[in-house]
């Protein structure tokens, strides 16, 4: 089976990189995925899989950040002129992107794989030193850029998708293959999560292309799991006060802006915890209509962190009484919207071991760095499917696939080794996969 696994992958390359390019060139930030969701469903279906679209794979309600209703409608109808599928596209307006690919294979272990699919609002780069550019396959949509490598995860998805099907004989339970939406800003996992998609899952694997930043990737092509993510909770808060002439008669206003600046002033003043690691960052602060008019609202977005779970709920507790008292203060009223919210991520060490078994004794192709977790500083919306699952008892793992990156993610410039990345992905999860609902 394995060696069938190491064929499969090899001769899926060109299919993988070129979805990838694609996904590319049409990139969709979050919920926005429209096209991107529906070519995904198409390909799915037309594989055999049991398709889950729209309001069936996310709570609509637990949907954080969602944009405007005039946003989502002007990206739908930029996603059916760039050829998004016309049925599929239809089940995925309004802010429900997202697709998840069901394959029943009997009584045995329940398996969910996650990959993200989402756009940065990043603003490529447009110079010959960009291989995308270079190539005719960066972003022609404005404002829009996979910088993270989402558009290889999507593809590496797929390129799972199909190895499983091929091999479906073979194995024994439940597979859950998950495109999940808007993961920038930690914003998509939790509407899945409430969807009740990773109640009764007994493994959930992700997996992450990362650049190699030591000797010792650069002979490695994978690290087995991820880990010392940090804890987030990201909030708009908005404040709502009375405008009044400045000047005659500034008695009758309630200055919005001052319980703003009240609020940004004491934030970054939360004492510090010695038990966590903390941060707090007020990243945008926009209010007023002139200098002669009193303020009567102020919109602010924020974010808190924690090393641990516990860090961040100790911020956000300090926040949260900060933007009340901030209020109080200047007679106004507010309100906090949650945009986003992560968890601790932490990779099960059983787990891990068994992805470098499969990879170098399985499949003796994939080499795994002695370093099994790969710690990670920035938020990961993963990490609320993996609470789900570790919480109910299972186990949860992100692998890194490593490769040459042109710049680090985030950046203009980002790019990566498609034709190493993603046969290299496909192989790891199909056979980690297959190894769990064989013996699992």
Known sequence: MYAKINELADRLTDKLVAARRDFHKYAESGWFEMRTSSLIARRLTGMGYEVLTGPDVCLGE??????????????????????????????????????????????????????????????????????PFREGFSSVNPGMMH???????????????????????????????????????????????????????????????????????????????????LATSKMDVFYYGKSAHAGSHPQDGRNALAAAVTAVQNLLAIPR?????????????????????????????????????????????WARRIFRTAAEMHDCTYEVKKMGEAFLLESDQALMELIRDVCEKDLKTIRVHSKLRREAD????????????????????????????????????????????LPKAVKALSAVTCRLLTEG
């Not at 010792?216 to 087995?224: G, P, Q």
């Open 378 to 421: 920035g938020s990961e919306d993963f990490s609320y499917m993996m609470k789900r699952v570790q919480d109910q008892g299972g186990q949860a793992s992100m692998l890194r696939i490593l490769t040459k990156t042109a710049a680090v993610g985030h950046n203009k410039m980002f790019d990566f080794d498609d034709a190493d990345a």
């Open 62 to 131: 637990s949907r954080m950040g969602l944009p405007s209703d005039e946003e989502l409608e002007k990206n739908y109808i930029r996603a059916k002129e760039q050829g998004a599928d016309p049925e599929f596209i239809e089940k995925v307006k309004g802010g429900f992107t997202g697709v998840m690919a069901i394959l029943r294979c009997g009584e045995g272990p329940a398996v969910a794989l996650r990959f993200d699919i989402d756009a940065l609002g990043v603003v490529e780069d447009a110079s010959s030193e960009h291989r």
């Open 273 to 317: 915890n010695s038990k966590s690691d903390t941060r707090v960052n007020v990243g945008t602060l926009h209010a007023g209509s002139g200098r002669n008019v009193i303020p009567e609202y102020a919109r602010m977005e924020m974010e808190v962190r924690g090393k641990t779970s516990e860090g961040n709920i100790y911020m956000e507790q």
């Open 147 to 229: 910088a993270c490598g989402h558009d290889g995860h999507a593809s590496i998805g797929l390129g799972v998708a199909e190895v499983l099907m091929a091999v479906k004989d073979d194995l024994r339970g439940t597979v859950k293959i998950i495109f999940q939406p808007a993961e920038e800003g930690v914003r998509g996992a939790k509407s899945i999560v409430d969807k009740g998609h990773l109640d009764g899952v007994d493994y959930v694997l992700a997996c992450h292309i990362s650049g190699r930043e030591s000797e010792e990737d650069n002979v490695s092509d994978v690290t087995a799991g991820s880990g010392g993510s």
